[in-house]
């Protein structure tokens, strides 16, 4: 495949990646303060799980290439909270919305004593560890990742400044309601994710734009 064509594909899964977590985020079940007990598990979450699922594949399948673009500018910052980021993805959001998919509901339903207390849909102590270890290595590579895009020379500030925003935002006490805690949760991170994509598509297409091969004259 052109290198070109994988880095568009990566911009563009970048792009989308925001919105579809913001998506999620916002069909997120509570019930009674609580996002994971059996009561809200089992209410029609299916639509709202799937999406931020598919947001975040798309958010692995885009995060080498928007980094490979900005790498050169974001220092060893970058890299770490690239690393973190990527690993906290794959290793805590990505098991638990596969569980939130395809298996929360009928758990809840047939048997609710084994959802967890501790937000990470089954009540196994090993998974709920590596769940807590792994979000918290998340947030803090977006945080670190953040930063590095603040630095980073020719880029637009308020992109690194919203990730950075979106990250503490996590640790802000407010009170666990739908739509509420989605946004908390999802909306900075999505906009800087989609905001990253674009300006991506845009240096994609400008490099094109100045590589292209001037006409021969008749």
């Known amino acids: 495949m052109n290198p070109l064509t994988l880095r568009r594909l990566s911009d563009a899964a970048a792009f989308a990646a925001g919105p579809l977590c913001i998506i999620g ?3 997120h079940p509570i019930e009674e303060g609580h996002a994971h007990s059996p009561e809200a598990l089992l209410q029609p979450h299916t639509l709202g799980s799937a999406a931020l699922l598919a947001g ?4 692995l399948f885009a995060l080498p ?17 690239f690393v973190l980021y990527f690993l906290g ?3 805590s959001a990505v098991p638990h919305l596969v569980l939130m998919t395809f298996a929360a509901s009928d758990l809840a339903e047939h048997h609710p004593g084994m959802v967890s207390e501790q937000d990470a849909v089954i009540a196994a102590p090993a998974f709920e560890t590596e769940q807590i270890v792994a979000g918290i290595g998340l947030v803090l590579g977006l945080l670190v990742f953040s930063i590095g895009v603040v630095r980073a020379q020719g880029l637009p500030r308020w992109v690194g400044w919203t990730g950075i925003a979106g990250a503490v935002a996590v640790f802000v006490p407010l009170p666990v309601l739908p739509v509420v805690t989605g946004l908390q949760i999802e909306l900075l991170r999505g906009v800087m ?3 990253l994509g674009l300006l991506a598509i845009r240096s994609a297409r400008s490099a094109t734009t100045a590589a292209a091969p001037a006409p021969a004259l008749v």
């Open 89 to 91: 993805n794959l290793l």
């Open 65 to 81: 290439g928007v980094y490979g673009w900005v790498a050169p500018r974001a220092g060893k910052l970058g890299l770490a909270g």
């Open 25 to 27: 985020g916002l069909l």
């Open 193 to 195: 994710l989609a905001g």
């Open 56 to 59: 975040t594949v798309l958010l």
